[in-house]
């Protein structure tokens, strides 16, 4: 799918942000720069104005490595694991110690290699041309049909 601005873009998030519920995990794959976190607060955003909440500002967990946010009745777990290099590292993370409470958004997921269930993987690529994006659902469970929803 090719996504041709931001009013896109943040479209998209509202639909995957409707369907989303406890116990989700979605990975968000792409180079630097190409739009994971701005989907993220996107998704973000939508939920909070979802359940009458104000708009927080969503940023890159690059450094802290996970943001979280109290969403109502969600709690959404933000990770970047851009700087984790090596598997045993997540161990202490204890990302998936909470399996069914919380909502996961992952970007950099390389490492992980545990099975999931109602994971939605989200590959982001630049597009032809400066503001277009070429994204790819690959879904599992609930979100298998994703792009045919989209």
Partial sequence: MIVKSLDHLNSISVKISEKM????????????????TTFTRHLIN????????????V??????????????????????????KKASELDHLGIFSDRLD??????WPDLIKT?????LEIHLEYGQNED????KFIGFEKWANLEDEL
């Fill in 46 to 57: 939508n939920l909070q104005k979802n359940k009458g909440l104000k708009e927080t500002e």
């Fill in 132 to 135: 277009e994006r070429n994204m």
């Fill in 102 to 107: 919380t909502i996961k958004l992952i970007e």
């Fill in 59 to 84: 940023l890159s967990p690059t450094f802290n490595l996970l943001y979280e946010y109290d969403i109502k009745d969600l709690k959404i777990m933000h990770y970047d694991l851009y700087r984790i």
């Fill in 21 to 36: 519920e406890k116990g989700d995990c979605i990975f968000l794959i792409g180079e630097i720069g190409v739009g994971k």
């Fill in 115 to 119: 099975p999931l269930e109602n994971k």
